[in-house]
């Protein structure tokens, strides 16, 4: 796929169902007692992923568009897959269906491509273990394949070192079956779409500071769920909007959680126009249309609490960082390291073929903007995020942009191309 430097973008885009909030809406349905319709689902890669693992284990999942009716069995209703699941390519998949596996009757492999056999699985390993959980990497390395001989679990309150939802949420899910409370707190707090979730459908979660603890649940009840739009996604028009002169874009139906929220604070602080418009924050996952206007950014220092808010944001904040005036400092993103490619990496070594002046540090990036870039061949590494940030950042760039693996932004974003391209003039 290739990209050359564009006129003014002008139109409005939908964005499609938060990537955490379709998983985690299969999830649960699956689990819960009675019918569950989930309307505005995202039928990318990485959630279809998660439906095959729940149809595997005897859920009725029917798709359809956008809707999805998930025939959930009960906290006690998953059967013992035939096979192994198969996780793909997605995290979000692998350790939260770990949290559930955990606790059941019965044992099973999980395993996913190679992108996900050399993610860390420790994280979840030692506190599902710590839980009384039978959970082993297969090849003792750490990483999936992971074999879970489901037992009795009991409640613990565990300290992460990390601040992550995934390591939150299998800890949580496992806590639905355990004997006593779960508590889990964390360095900052990461996104709570569980915690949201799992009190609408009849859970106990308490949140106070950055500890989330929950109580055993009878059953979950199962219902219906308007996923709102991914903020990780519409992150790419904010961006293109700001960067690319006289464009002018109406993002409709944002998420616009505040533990997802710090995309918006950083557009801002760098000075770009933004405006939040028919804001709904009647259902526990607020949403707005985002209006955003081409604007000249400076560069602003990124760093601590808000980094959780923002983590699959960095790469498309890094390339934006690029056309601001002065220096953008990222820090504290190690977890950058650890998603579906190393982010921090993949972004200097692309933005540098790009003509950009920028450096990695141990825990993030330090971007000097202002320098014009040029077209240059991207390696996207097959991760979604980097494919899309180069997309927007070709469109800035003198000469051609080509992006190799470029459908690999099918993991969340299966419209991508067709929806940037429809802004063109
Ligand atoms: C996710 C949490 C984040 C994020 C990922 C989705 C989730 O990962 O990067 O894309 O749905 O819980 P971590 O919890 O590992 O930071």
Redesign the pocket.
């Known amino acids: 796929m290739k990209f050359t430097k564009a006129s003014p973008l002008k139109g409005e885009i939908t964005i499609p169902g938060d990537?955490?909030v379709s998983?985690?809406s299969v999830m649960l349905g699956s689990i819960a007692k009675g019918t569950t319709e989930i309307s505005h689902f995202l039928p990318g890669a990485d959630c279809l992923s998660t439906i095959s693992c729940f149809r595997k284990m005897g859920i009725s999942i029917e798709i359809n568009g956008d809707s999805v009716i998930v025939k959930g069995n009960g906290l006690h209703g998953l059967k013992k897959p035939a096979g192994i699941l198969d996780c793909g390519n997605s995290?979000?998949t692998t350790?939260?269906i770990s949290g559930i596996l955990a606790a059941q009757d019965f044992d099973v492999t999980l395993t996913g491509d190679d992108s996900i056999k050399k993610r860390p699985m420790k994280r979840i390993i030692e506190p599902l273990s710590l839980m009384g959980a039978d959970i082993k990497s297969i090849s003792d390395n750490g990483c999936a394949p992971l074999a879970i001989s489901g037992k009795p679990l009991h409640g613990i309150h565990y300290t992460s070192k990390?601040?992550?939802?995934?390591?939150?949420?299998s800890i949580l899910l496992a806590g639905l079956y355990a004997e006593g409370e779960t508590k889990v707190t964390e360095p900052y707090r990461?996104?709570n779409?569980?915690e949201i979730m799992l009190n609408y459908f009849g859970a106990d979660v308490k949140t106070e500071g950055t500890t989330a603890c929950i109580t055993p649940a009878k059953e979950l009840y199962g219902n219906k769920i308007a996923v709102p739009g991914d903020i990780?996604s519409a992150a790419f028009f904010l961006a293109a909007g700001l960067m690319v002169p006289g464009s002018e874009i109406l993002i409709k139906n944002a998420g616009i959680n505040p533990t997802r929220d710090g995309i918006l604070s950083v557009c801002r602080d760098m000075g770009g126009n933004i405006t939040l418009l028919n804001e709904n924050t009647d259902s526990g996952e607020p949403t707005a249309d985002i209006l955003v206007k081409s604007s000249s950014l400076h560069g602003i220092t990124i760093e601590g609490a808000i980094i959780?808010r923002l983590?699959?944001e960095l790469p498309m904040i890094a390339a934006m960082a690029c056309f601001a005036e002065g220096e953008t400092i990222i820090k504290d993103a190690g977890?950058l390291k650890v998603?579906e490619s190393n982010r921090i990496e993949v972004m200097v070594r692309n933005l540098s073929a790009m003509g950009a002046d920028v450096e990695e540090t141990e825990y993030g990036m330090i971007i000097r903007g202002g320098k014009p870039l040029h077209g240059a061949v991207i390696d996207s590494r097959l991760d979604h995020r980097i494919a899309m940030t180069f997309a927007v950042t070709g469109l800035c760039a003198e000469g051609e942009t080509e992006i190799l693996g470029a459908e690999c932004v099918n993991i969340s974003y299966p419209g991508f191309y067709h929806d940037l391209q429809s802004l063109f003039q």
Do not use: F, Y
């Open positions: 990537k955490s998983h985690r995290g979000t350790r939260l990390v601040a992550s939802a995934q390591i939150k949420s990461s996104r779409h569980s990780s959780p983590i699959d977890e998603k």
